[in-house]
């Protein structure tokens, strides 16, 4: 069993640059993009358009849960005539958390070295992957976060009372899970493949939304270098939120049951160090 390590934190200056191109420019071969989406057919194909021409030679992957409004279809538009578009089709809305165990699970199989997630509707901007890319392929670094709660991180377009909650929320779980992470509930990351390697996903309980801080909790468990990343998010522009008020509680209630899972894991190690002391 490995021992629990606590996650470092560090500030983010780019020093590693991704791959040169046959053409002299970037290539960022070996980076997989994951995209869930659930009817975002008015953004769909301008998202992968920009993924393509913000971060050539990455593959982009759109899992998508059986859209009601056609958005797999157009995203197999895409991948018919692109080899590096990939398409994961769903047959029903499955909840974030299994979109993400997806995209990990190809990002495997296609022998990425970076694993990307974002969101489909533009909040998180094209044109700041690859600042987040190249945070995540610093020698040590194991994830790289696309943060608003960091200086120079912004969100645009909110009103004053989203804001709020949402910087609140966070704090409380940053608390709650003892973790150094500002931005907890950001979806924009980009993951080494070898952290994903030494997760264990069978652990994972939430489906939804709540995945996300879960997902720190279990990085934080296995010990993990983070990097948050300053990027400006921007609400969605055109369709609509999936982000329900059943769904917010039941992250809220998700994040009570993870305060436990991290006290208990705390109050187990330090029983374990004091077993060890008495041994000496
Ligand atoms: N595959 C899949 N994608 C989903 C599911 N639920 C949401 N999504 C996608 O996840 C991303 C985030 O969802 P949003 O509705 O934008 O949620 P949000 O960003 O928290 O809320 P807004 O601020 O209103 O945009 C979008 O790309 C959605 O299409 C799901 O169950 N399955
Ligand atoms: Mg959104």
């Not at 920009?50 to 279809?73: C, H």
């Not at 645009?156 to 949402?166: E, F, T």
């Not at 907890?184 to 801080?213: H, N, Q, V, W």
Request: charged share 25%; hydrophobic share 40%.
């Amino acid at each position: 069993m490995s021992t629990p390590r606590t996650s470092t934190h560090r500030s983010s200056t780019d020093t590693q640059r991704p791959t040169t191109s046959s053409r002299g420019g970037f290539s960022y071969e070996g980076v997989l993009v994951g995209v869930p989406t659930y009817n975002e057919r008015e953004n769909v194909t301008r998202l992968v358009t920009a993924l393509r021409e913000n971060l050539p030679g990455a593959t982009i992957l759109v899992v998508d849960d059986g859209s009601p409004d056609g958005t797999g279809d157009l995203a197999a538009e895409m991948a018919r005539s692109d080899p590096l578009v990939h398409l994961l089709r769903r047959p029903r809305k499955m909840g974030l958390g299994t979109a993400y165990v997806a995209v990990f699970d190809h990002a495997r199989s296609i022998g990425a070295r970076i694993a990307m997630t974002m969101d489909a509707d533009f909040s998180h901007r094209p044109q700041d992957t690859p600042a987040v890319v190249r945070a995540a392929l610093r020698p040590g670094v194991d994830l790289a976060i696309g943060s608003r709660y960091v200086p120079g991180g912004d969100i645009v377009g909110w009103p004053q009372s989203r804001k709020v909650l949402s910087a609140i929320a966070n704090r409380l779980i940053r608390a709650s899970l003892r973790t150094s992470t500002h931005d907890c509930t950001a979806s924009f990351r980009a993951y080494s493949m070898e952290l994903i390697d030494r997760l264990d996903f069978s652990k994972l309980e939430s489906t939804g939304y709540s995945a996300l801080p879960e997902l720190l909790l279990l990085i934080d468990e296995v010990g993990a270098t983070i990097v948050e990343v300053p990027i400006t998010f921007v609400e969605r522009e055109r369709g609509a939120t999936k982000l329900t008020k059943r769904e917010l509680a039941k992250s809220l209630a998700n994040v009570v049951r993870m305060r436990r899972r991290r006290v208990a894991r705390s109050h187990a190690q330090r029983r374990a160090g004091a077993a060890g002391k008495g041994a000496r």
